[in-house]
C-alpha cells in the first residue's frame, strides 16, 4: 500500500506542474470535459454499480479533496459522495492517532538469546537440575531472571522443568562408561559347501576397536571357554583397562565364561530379552561387517573365512573411518589436512585391493 501510494503521489505531483502554466480558462474547459467524463460513465454503467477504490486511492483522494469545504465537495463531480470522502479522512486521522498513542512495548521482553542458550546449556551438562536449580545458578553468575522465564524456556524446547529428568537412560550409561565397556556377540554365516560358521567377535566401546576372536562350526563350551581366556590375555597384553561386557543371552556362552571374567575385574551385563539396543554398537558393527564383507565374498569354507575376517578386521581398526571418531579409524588418528594449493590440485592417490577388491584403501603415494 505504501508503495502505490507513493506512485501515486509523484505521478500526481507531476501533473501539478503541469498545470501550472495553463492560464484559468484552459483548466475551466479541462474540468468541464472531466465531468462530462464522469456524467457518461454513469450513465452507462448505471446507478446501481458500486465503484471499489483500493486504500492508496481512498487515502489519496480523502487527503486531496478534504481541505474544500462541504459545499464546495457538493457541487464537484465526483463518483462518490462527499460524506464518503469525508469518512474516508476520519478513518485515516483516527488510525494516525491510534498508531502515535499506542505503547512501544508491550508486555515482558524478550529474553536475551544468550541466556536461552545458557539456560539449555545449563540443562544438557546437569540433567538432575530443575527450573529453580537453574534459577539459582544464573543468580549466582549475575543474570537477573526470573524462575518462571527460565520454566518458559524449557517448556518451549520440549523439555521437562521438573527434576524427573534426572533418571538416565541406557545410552547416557553407555556414552559415560565406554572406556570401560566391551562388547561381544556371535555372527551366524553359511559357507558355499552348505556349513553353518559361528564367529564370536569383541569391540571396544571408547575405541571402536574390533577383535575377531575366532570362527567355528561347532561352538562348544570348551571352545567358547578358550576364546574368552585368549582375549583376556589379549587384553592384558594392550593394557586395556575394560571393567563390564556387554552380551546377550545367548546359549552358547558357558557360566564359566562369567567366572573367567570375573577373576580379571570384568563383570558380565546381560542384554534384556528381545533387546539388541542395548548391544547397539556391537549390533551395528555386525550389520557393517555383513553388509561390507559377508554380503559381497562367496565363502568357501573355514579356511577361507578366518583369512576374509582377518584381512576385514585389518581393514577396520587401521583404515576405515568411523562418524563416532571424527572420521578416524581406531588404530589411526586424522592427518593434518593438506593447506597447500599445490597438492590440493596435484592429488596423486593410489588404491590398495583387498580380499580381491572387495576392500579398497586409498593413500597418498610416497
Known sequence: ??????????????????????????????????????????????????????????FFLAGLLSSLPRALLRRLRLVVRPDTILRWHRQIVKRRHARACRPKRRGRPPTVRSIRALVLRLVRENPSWGYRRVHGELATLGLKVAPSTVWEILQREGIDPAPERA????????????????????????????????????????????????????????????????????????????????????????????????DVGIQTVLTGIRMPRMNSIMERWVQTCRRELLDRCLIWNEHHLRHALAEYERFYNEHRAHQALDQAAPLRAVPDPITEPARVIDLNVRRRDRLGGILHEYSHAA
Open 1 to 58: 500500500m505504501l508503495l502505490r501510494l507513493a506512485y501515486l503521489t509523484v505521478t500526481n505531483a507531476f501533473v501539478a506542474l503541469r498545470l501550472l502554466p495553463m492560464s484559468d480558462r484552459d483548466k475551466d474547459v479541462e474540468i468541464l470535459a472531466l465531468r462530462h467524463q464522469v456524467m457518461v460513465l454513469e450513465r452507462q454503467l448505471g446507478a446501481d454499480v458500486r465503484v471499489r477504490f483500493a486504500p492508496e486511492d481512498r
Open 167 to 262: 533418571s538416565t537412560t541406557w545410552a547416557d550409561f553407555l556414552r559415560s562408561q565406554a572406556d570401560a565397556l566391551l562388547a561381544c556377540d556371535f555372527i551366524e554365516t553359511v559357507t558355499l559347501t552348505g556349513q553353518r560358521q559361528y564367529i564370536l567377535a569383541v569391540i571396544e566401546h571408547a575405541t571402536r576397536r574390533i577383535r575377531v576372536l575366532g570362527t567355528t562350526a561347532h561352538p562348544t563350551a570348551a571352545w567358547v571357554s578358550q576364546t574368552i581366556r585368549n582375549l583376556v590375555m589379549d587384553l592384558e597384553d594392550a593394557r586395556c583397562r575394560a571393567r563390564l561386557l556387554i552380551r546377550d543371552r545367548d546359549g552358547k556362552f558357558p557360566a564359566l565364561v562369567n567366572e573367567i571374567l570375573a
